[in-house]
T-cell receptor, first 115, second 115 residues
Framework: AQKITQTQPGMFVQEKEAVTLDCTYDTSDPSYGLFWYKQPSSGEMIFLIYQGSYDQQNATEGRYSLNFQKARKSANLVISASQLGDSAMYFCAMRVTGGGNKLTFGTGTQLKVEL | ETGVTQSPTHLIKTRGQQVTLRCSSQSGHNTVSWYQQALGQGPQFIFQYYREEENGRGNFPPRFSGLQFPNYSSELNVNALELDDSALYLC??????????????FGPGTRLLVL
């Protein structure tokens, strides 16, 4: 069974600062993918970034980067230069290759960007 | 926007009724997954359809059923509604395949309230 743990229910960050959202995962499958999604209050889940278990380098997408530490089973999301529009719920999710296309989600972190 | 659409956006039903939710997948995607997201929780996988066949199911009772059409759009049907079925129902489409890097793109969701 796969499990995602997000231990930060809520986070605050000042505008233009960087913030790290924590995610740890558990799986016995050697091949898996890790995803981060942003969910504004409107409800839509917006894909942010992907990291494959065999990827040698940490993924980056614009202001988003993923700090992947395989041995620690962590996949933290780093948002640089925070903007007010970054205020939302953020979910970490995992898909294992042998588990179909099912995504397993964490409980999320509510991020609030302040002036 | 992802190109994934869902209807209706909101729905109110009473206990014991039946409901049908609809999803149109992104162009070129042949896989649709459905998730239930209760308030304050991460999404939970209900089931997935790949080329009109069910391709994986989460821990949901048989009164949750689905369908995928030749154009890859999909329906989620819930019979004998219970109060705990009140949630945001999310549909996600993906290109299809077994690779762990398959990214799922979500629609805006349907908010169901059961009274």
């Amino acid at each position: 069974a796969q499990k995602i743990t997000q231990t930060q229910p809520g986070m605050f960050v000042q505008e233009k600062e960087a913030v790290t959202l924590d995610c740890t995962y558990d799986t016995s499958d050697p091949s898996y993918g890790l995803f981060w999604y942003k969910q504004p209050s409107s409800g839509e889940m917006i894909f942010l970034i992907y990291q494959g278990s065999y990827d040698q380098q940490n993924a980056t997408e614009g202001r988003y980067s993923l700090n992947f530490q395989k041995a620690r089973k962590s996949a933290n999301l780093v948002i640089s230069a925070s903007q007010l529009g970054d205020s939302a719920m953020y979910f970490c999710a995992m898909r294992v290759t042998g588990g179909g296309n099912k995504l397993t989600f964490g409980t999320g972190t509510q991020l609030k960007v302040e002036l | 926007e992802t190109g994934v659409t869902q209807s209706p956006t909101h729905l109110i039903k009473t206990r014991g009724q039946q409901v049908t939710l609809r999803c149109s997948s992104q162009s070129g995607h042949n896989t649709v997954s459905w998730y239930q997201q209760a308030l304050g929780q991460g999404p939970q996988f209900i089931f997935q359809y790949y080329r009109e066949e069910e391709n994986g199911r989460g821990n949901f009772p048989p009164r949750f059923s689905g369908l995928q059409f030749p154009n890859y759009s999909s329906e989620l049907n819930v019979n004998a509604l219970e109060l705990d079925d009140s949630a945001l129902y999310l549909c996600a489409s993906s290109p299809g395949g077994t690779s762990g890097q398959e990214t799922q793109y979500f629609g805006p969701g349907t908010r169901l309230l059961v009274l």
